[in-house]
């Protein structure tokens, strides 16, 4: 008993020194295991102590629990709930915020049809937000400006979702020409609304009047705050003096706001926008046909013009947009189609340059199209000359290999200038007019007065006698598409009235109006005694 009482002690002893000795590789195990768990990484010894914070516990302050460093446990449910997550601006109280709020809420199928449109957008402006570290609310303002209609065009031409003017899209690099109309782009227009909207918060330091400048302008808000300040008044939004439409401008932000933050407390249902891109660029290597374009992404025309508003021609170049938009699960099915093309050319349309001032039939002779279809595809207004060195969408022949130039992809533009033609009209005689005064007057051959009133060179005419002169009337203002802008020259203009009523032609020198009444009849009013009438304003 004693030998096996002997043994056993000894091999306990055994054991226990076993125990007590850690090889490299369990040390190694569990210093990685530490490691993985979340560990410091430090080496595990028998020195080693816990370290707990120091000080007293405090509370986590608002604007801690709102900033950057703090990591929300569960992702955004939908765009909604990461738009509310990133609210930042304050609020605003007032009597115009519930009046913008009960006309939203009653209108709960125009709702409908803004948030369903925002879809394919919203979740590119909210990225492009946080990145900047700017407030989500602004994700809201095309619902202000546009309905999210990025082909929106404001009686003023503001133009696209974020409602840029034609000079201030200049300022902010939105190209405007014949083939493309940034301001209507989704990218780019996203790209300037925040430069702008970030501009205009380091001038004011204020968001309420960052986006008063947005919609008044910046001149406009700085000189209301001088005043205010001259007459020693408060500077805040809700205390300048402003236009109607900025002042309800906020306001309706705010309505939004509130309607996404708590759409139950308006009885409002929004739509379900999943918290996923949408789109994602393809990069165009070849000149394209819009239609083409929307064939091998097998998506609908409408649903391609969706993404890429700001191509208003058939064809897209590779030198002027480089790059399109497609829904996100489209892009690869357009790469493959695309490589995989071989029935034809990619476009069917080209751009030509015209190489001297010529009348629209003979730029349509030279291009194979006939003049109908031609003033349609380029927009050229009647009775106008297309002058050299506009830009004209054509047919592409099959010999055509190049694709168009970035040349003339980024400065491509249409000017007109007005095609003269003369108009038979009556003149009045006055006291001792002759063939020689009326051509004179007119500045008109005197052979020609006397043959179309069949007399004779020295004739002279009767006091109140209708003269039959030939008079050039010009079509329009000179005209230039792309740049917004339009030069008037000469003394003869023609205005269109909105409404269907008829054009009026004002002859040369303001002497005779020719109106073209609903029934077709020509009507000649003319200034007694043959004076030139003053040139309306």
Not at 139 to 158: D, K, M, T, V
Not at 243 to 253: I, M, N, S
Not at 287 to 293: G, P, R
């Amino acid at each position: 008993m004693k030998l096996i009482a002997a043994v056993c002690l000894a091999g306990s002893l055994l054991l226990a020194g076993c125990a007590g000795t850690n090889s490299p590789s369990s040390s190694s195990t569990t210093a990685s295991a530490q490691s993985t768990a979340g560990g410091t990484g430090a080496k595990a010894s028998g020195s080693a102590a816990p370290v707990y914070p120091g000080g007293p516990l405090t509370p986590i302050t608002s604007s801690e629990a709102h900033s950057q460093s703090v990591v929300t446990l569960a992702p955004p449910a939908d765009m909604w709930d990461r738009i509310r997550r990133g609210f930042k601006m304050p609020n605003l109280e007032s009597d115009l915020v519930r009046d913008r709020e009960q006309w939203y809420a009653s209108r709960p199928d125009y709702i409908q049809r803004m948030t369903e449109r925002s879809n394919k957008y919203i979740f590119h402006i909210v990225e492009e937000l946080e990145r900047r570290n700017m407030p989500t609310e602004l994700a809201l303002l095309p619902y202000i400006e546009s309905a999210f209609n990025p082909q929106a065009i404001s009686s003023a031409r503001a133009a696209g979702m974020w409602q840029f003017m034609p000079a201030t899209g200049t300022d902010f690099d939105l190209k405007q020409n014949i083939f493309r109309d940034d301001r209507r782009d989704v990218v780019a227009s996203t790209r300037a609304a925040l430069d702008y909207l970030q501009k205009l918060y380091g001038m004011f330091g204020d968001w309420q009047l960052a986006l008063a400048a947005y919609n008044w302008g910046e001149g406009s808000v700085s000189r209301a705050i001088a005043k205010n300040q001259r007459l020693g008044l408060p500077t805040t939004y809700s205390d300048l003096s402003m236009p109607a439409e900025t002042r309800l401008y906020v306001p309706k932000l705010q309505a939004v706001k509130n309607i996404v933050a708590n759409p139950q407390a308006f009885n409002t249902e929004l739509p379900l926008i999943a918290n996923h891109p949408y789109f994602q660029t393809v990069t165009l290597t070849r000149d394209l046909d819009v239609e083409l374009a929307a064939k091998l992404a097998d998506i609908r025309l409408e649903d391609f013009r969706a993404l890429n508003p700001a191509a208003h021609k058939p064809v897209l170049l590779a030198a002027g947009t480089p790059q399109i938009l497609l829904p996100w699960d489209n892009a690869a099915v357009f790469q493959r189609n695309f490589d995989a093309y071989s029935q034809g050319q990619y476009a069917s349309w080209t751009a030509w340059v015209v190489p001297n001032t010529m009348t629209v039939a003979d730029a349509a002779q030279r291009s194979g199209m006939s003049e109908a279809d031609l003033r349609a595809l380029n927009s050229i207004p009647p009775r106008m000359l297309i002058k050299a060195g506009s830009t004209l969408i054509v047919p592409r022949g099959a010999r055509v290999k190049e694709d168009v130039t970035a040349l003339v992809a980024d400065s491509g533009h249409l000017s007109f200038q007005p095609e003269i033609v003369n108009r038979r009209t009556t003149v009045k005689a006055g006291r001792n007019d002759s063939v020689a005064s009326i051509a004179r007057r007119y500045k008109l051959k005197p052979d020609s007065v006397a043959e179309w009133n069949d007399v004779k060179l020295n004739h002279s005419f009767k006091r109140g006698y209708s003269v039959v002169v030939y008079l050039p009337v010009r079509a329009a203002p000179e005209a230039r598409v792309g740049t917004g802008a339009a030069r008037a020259h000469g003394r003869t203009s023609v205005a269109d009235k909105r409404g269907g009523s008829q054009v009026k032609a004002v002859a040369a020198r303001g002497r005779n109006v020719v109106v073209k009444t609903p029934a077709g009849k020509q009507v000649v009013r003319e200034k007694r005694g043959g004076t030139p009438s003053k040139k309306k304003r």
